[in-house]
């Protein structure tokens, strides 16, 4: 609920956060169809799918699609309450844009080598 007085934001056009609403729920069933194959099939998903070199132990990537589900979570939660919180979606902001970062500059200095170049 708002305060007495305040309002939550409205586009320009008066809709209020609708499009930030489904925006929030895509962006959740991406996080959710990406990282669920990392929580089931980890070993399927790194060395099938993205040509990884084989590793011994894949309880990161597990760890990974947990996470991944855990934030598609929270992604629907504030979509449910969008007009009241609107203001914690800049939370998925910082996350996309650290991880954007991250393969900008993995692509820029390129993979290990022995690495597959898909991921």
């Known amino acids: ?4 007085g305040t309002r939550a934001p ?3 056009d008066g809709r209020p956060m609708g499009v930030l609403r489904r925006v929030l729920y895509w962006q ?7 990282s ?10 790194l ?6 070199t084989p590793y011994p132990d894949h309880t990161y990537v597990r760890a990974a699609g947990a ?7 929270f992604m629907v939660l504030v979509a449910h309450r969008i007009e009241e919180v609107w203001w914690w979606s800049w939370a998925f902001v ?4 650290l991880l954007a970062t991250i393969c900008v500059l993995s692509a820029l ?8 170049t898909a991921l």
């Open 47 to 52: 060395e099938r799918l993205f040509d990884q």
């Open 36 to 45: 669920l194959p990392e929580l089931v099939a980890p070993r399927w998903f």
């Open 109 to 116: 200095f390129g993979p290990q080598a022995g690495a597959g």
């Open 1 to 4: 609920m708002l305060a007495e």
């Open 28 to 34: 959740a069933a991406a996080w959710a169809a990406g």
């Open 67 to 73: 996470m991944g589900i855990g934030l598609a979570m």
């Open 10 to 12: 409205v586009w320009e």
């Open 94 to 97: 910082v996350v996309d844009a």
